[in-house]
């Protein structure tokens, strides 16, 4: 099991396949929230977080002006699965370099969630 703090370490531990990692600190809820989210709801927020993504990557490029879009996308992310979880979404892609990091996430679920720790599994 691989135990992770920081959203580039979980980003690091998906991309390298763990079975199962250990989500421990302030990552943890919204880490919790993107994996227990349905659906629907996954649907309507990763179109908004791979804009909001884009933007935040392309920002240096830009000179600042493409974060006006990353503003616009990200409140339909919070809006589907919440500010925690948004955040979440964004660091963890940030972390990785890419989008397919989250939607990797995705195919963990929660074996247990007590004191601020998470166990994920992958299915």
Known sequence: MQTVSTYKDLAN?????????????????????IVASGAVTWAIAIGAI??????????????GTSSALSMIAAPAAVASI?????????????????ISA???LRQYKIESHVDGKAILVKR
């Open 13 to 33: 531990a998906i991309a390298c396949g763990s079975n199962k990692i250990e989500v421990t600190g302030d990552i943890t809820k919204g880490t919790v929230k």
């Open 102 to 104: 989250i939607k990797k």
């Open 50 to 63: 791979s804009i909001a993504y884009a933007a935040f990557a392309m920002t240096p490029a830009t000179g």
């Open 82 to 98: 919440g500010l925690p979880a948004t955040t979440a979404a964004i660091a963890i892609a940030t972390g990785a370099g890419s």
